[in-house]
């Protein structure tokens, strides 16, 4: 019933630029909060991420290194993440997740229902 399904994956040079969007629906997307992992080959599914139910905070692994934004349209039940200056590191497949009236930082966890991901692949 709940869905969510990622687009805007591909593949780009070093130092290009994707915008990844994921469209929501079957929940009251206002109530929860949205964020986006990913996982590489051979590595665990991280962080990379997050946005607070209200919509008023926003969290970043590390890696991100202000390179990337997240943001909700709940008019139109979208959560994207802008992705800026990708480096070879960040090749890997990259999910949407929702978690009911939750802040900004996720765990796996805490994760209620997730999207069947995106492809992001770059190259040197």
């Known amino acids: 019933q709940v869905q969510l399904v990622e687009s805007g994956g591909g593949l780009v040079q070093a130092g290009g630029s994707l915008r990844l969007s994921c469209a929501a629906s079957g929940l009251t997307f206002s109530t929860y909060a949205m964020g986006w992992f990913r996982q590489a080959p051979g590595k665990e599914r991280e962080f990379v991420a997050g946005?607070?139910?209200?919509?008023?905070?926003?969290y970043y692994a590390n890696f991100v290194e202000g390179r990337f934004t997240i943001s909700r349209d709940n008019a139109k039940n979208t959560v994207s993440l802008q992705m800026n200056s990708l480096k070879p590191e960040d090749t890997a497949v990259y999910y949407c997740?929702?978690?009911?009236?939750?802040?900004?930082?996720?765990?796996?966890?805490?994760?209620?229902?997730w999207g069947q991901g995106t492809q992001v692949t770059v190259s040197s």
């Open positions: 997740a929702a978690h009911f009236r939750g802040g900004e930082l996720f765990t796996l966890s805490l994760v209620d229902y």
């Open positions: 946005l607070s139910w209200s919509g008023g905070s926003t």
